[in-house]
């Protein structure tokens, strides 16, 4: 399930988001949330695709503000109403 997508001022989405954020089966069960091509990890030239629990996904979000790039204010809101399901719920 994604929580936001990429969208710009012509959509696809009825927001502006430089981020695009969900719950992967790709990450690891302790960190079920990825920042899916996420442009602060390609500036750093790190794996474009991090994965982190709820509080630092939180933080990583932060960064994205920081860093002048756009999050949706339901963003925060919508990870904390419903956060990623435990890992044992994901079929692989
Ligand atoms: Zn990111």
Not at 22 to 28: F, N, R
Not at 46 to 71: K, N, W, Y
């Amino acid at each position: 399930m994604s929580y936001v997508r990429f969208s710009g001022s012509t959509g696809p989405h009825p927001y502006v988001s430089d981020v695009y954020i969900l719950d992967s089966s790709a990450c690891p069960g302790e960190r079920p949330l990825e920042c899916c091509d996420c442009q602060l990890a390609r500036a750093a030239s790190t794996d474009p695709f991090p994965c982190f629990d709820l509080a630092g996904m939180i933080a990583h979000l932060a960064e994205h503000q920081a860093a002048g790039h756009v999050v949706p204010d339901f963003v925060e809101k919508r990870l904390r109403a419903d956060p990623p399901a435990p890992r044992w719920q994901f079929i692989r």
